[in-house]
């Protein structure tokens, strides 16, 4: 009988020991999950796809949030922001195609003063991240844009032109024809009229 017990609590200790080692190896296997290699990632928050106009010099500065492999925010960040050395682009405020900014307590970093150069067009923003070894790289896609004068596009200028062009011939038959049918008023003059006649010769008196 003792024996007996004796094996019955040899298996419940074997069993107990079965089911805790089952426990540690899964929560070892979910704190592997967990950990993740070091990361940084970057989203734009602001500027892409956007358009600047030539004209007023203005610019849509780019805003940009830097995260780590779990999604939160990194402050600290060395950020450089970097224009096309040719072509359509712009310079920023430090009157350079290239500017650095360190990420605040948000992960945020932004390119401040950035106008455009007269060559319209589409261009790529190259942003570059670098924080302890780590590095990240995106594009910010911009366009810099021409309006047309007065916000007149060329099709209406053209039309109001003819439409111009047919008033004034208009006006100008219209003066041809009131000077056709004016009469000329001369003023009045009074004349002396001299009568030819026979010069008669005498003693001088």
Known sequence: MSSHNGREGCGRFLSVSLATLLVLQTSLSAQKEEILAPALKIAVAKGD?????????????????????????????????????????????????????????????????????????????????????LTARTVIHQTNVLPAASGVSPKLIAILAVVGGAAAAGAIAASSGNKGSSTTTNPSTSSTTLTAGTPTFGPPR
Do not use: C, Q, W, Y
């Open 49 to 133: 796809e956007s358009s600047n106009n030539i004209k007023k010099g203005t610019a849509v500065e780019p805003l940009v949030v830097v995260s780590d492999e779990k999604s939160r925010p990194v402050s600290g960040v060395m950020v450089m922001f970097t224009l096309p050395e040719s072509g359509p682009g712009g310079l920023f405020a430090n009157g350079g195609k290239r500017t650095i900014v360190f990420t605040d307590e948000e992960g945020r970093a932004a390119a401040r003063g950035l106008r455009p150069n007269h060559t319209p067009g589409k261009f790529e923003l190259v942003v570059d991240a670098s924080f302890h070894g």
